[in-house]
DNA sequence: CGACAGATTGATCCGTCTCAAGCGTGGTGG
DNA sequence: CCACCACGCTTGAGACGGATCAATCTGTCG
């Protein structure tokens, strides 16, 4: 998968580093750069109103942002300090013209995050908040083959952006958590630490709408 | 606008014409054919399991959908009967090798698709239904130069569609309706027309935001 | 080790969903 | 062209889940 995005090595690219809770780059701005994230961990978001705000996606090592051609569409934050590599934007469209894959690449990403917000915004209008964050766990897993493997999770993110991320209060998401651990579903060690138990991960195989709809809903 | 999507008119296509109701492609079929619409309303929509269905989007004519190079990330269904101009991805893939335009023509469509969707979600997320439905009438009015002028709108879709657009019950959405009527903001003809009055326009000239915040909420 | 931001817990409120009847419009057939 | 029928919209009453407000607790970092 690395692989994949070294297509854009052949544009003009350079490293950079942004440090936990640093703006990258705000919904608005012109764009002339786009970024592969290296290490750490990238939100992307939608500010409101009143303080108000959606986070979109939460972004991993070998995840493309930022490739918009004309201005930002939302704004972008490390999450943790971050380490990413930049490409001039002029460049790779420029690249277009002698490589197809350019095009194939970008396309494909595009259509990727598209899909994956298509299927969040699903969850998180159907789904009440337990199951929003067995969802969670689950998307995260497919991200860390770690994760997938032996269920330990160390979450780079603070229980305020997952809350933003699933569009529930803090204090929801604090019962929702407790829930989940009452059951049996997870165990917690300090803020950032939980492991899924064999429980959830016997479940975890088969499909996360089966796993939602079936395990989540009836106490235990 | 319509000059701008004719940058694919080099490649293969041709026309093709789906009735009222009737499914485009559904999700996870394998893409060989996108789409610009030229006369009708299609929804992008993503159905969820207890046959919960969330609409993602609204297509107008000059929009385009369907240029997913792999397969479906989301189900297509003509909302009234629909004409539209068919095109080869294959084919298109191909003229991206003879003209740069094809590129930046995609991901700039594939950018505005995620970030509409992006701040429709922030919006059903953190308003209540009232506002919902003033924001979707604002949208509207965007993708209708005549609407926008005389405040006049004639509604593609019944109301179940717009419900799952706003990720409201039908039921909620009818109250949303009366509120807005009883406030003097619309005016209602039948079951699919309605006008904004001179109140309602007056106001739509600021910010949406501006416009949801500051006088949705009081009581008349 | 100490302090503070972030997380938890409890009590209560409010908006939306749900279930159940009545409409009314728009489309159909006579 | 008009009358009728059916589906979709409307309206009401009640329940429920998440939000809110406020106090306390606890990891994490200096």
Same mark, same amino acid.
């Given at each position: ?91 790779? /469209?420029? @690249?277009?013209? !002698? &490589?197809? #894959?350019?095009?194939?690449? +970008?396309?494909? *990403? ?90 959830? /991960?016997? @479940?975890?195989? !088969? &499909?996360? #709408?089966?796993?939602?709809? +079936?395990?989540? *809903?009836?106490?235990?």
């Amino acid at each position: 998968m690395l692989a994949a995005t070294t297509v854009f090595d052949r544009a003009s690219h350079w490293p950079a580093r942004f440090s936990k809770g640093v703006t990258i780059y705000d919904e608005g701005e012109p764009s002339a750069t786009m970024y592969r994230l290296d290490r750490g961990c990238v939100r992307l978001q939608v500010n409101g109103h009143g303080g108000d705000r959606q986070i979109i996606s939460f972004l991993f090592p070998g995840d493309l942002f930022g490739f918009c051609l004309d201005e930002r569409h939302a704004s972008a934050e490390a999450v943790t300090e971050a380490e990413v590599t930049c490409y001039s934007i002029a460049s790779v /469209l420029d @690249l277009n013209g !002698r &490589s197809a #894959e350019v095009l194939v690449e +970008l396309v494909n *990403r595009a259509n990727g995050a598209f899909g994956e917000l298509a299927h969040h915004v699903e969850k998180i209008t159907h789904l009440p908040a337990a199951e929003r964050l067995i969802w969670f766990f689950n998307w995260l897993t497919h991200h860390d083959p770690t994760a997938a493997a032996t269920g330990v999770i160390r979450l780079p993110m603070n229980h305020r952006d997952i809350a933003d991320y699933l569009s529930l209060k803090p204090e929801t998401l604090s019962r929702a958590f407790r829930l989940l651990e009452t059951r049996g579903y997870i165990q917690r060690s300090g803020r950032r630490g939980l492991s899924l138990t064999r429980h959830a /991960l016997a @479940l975890r195989v !088969r &499909s996360p #709408e089966e796993f939602t709809a +079936l395990e989540a *809903r009836p106490a235990a």
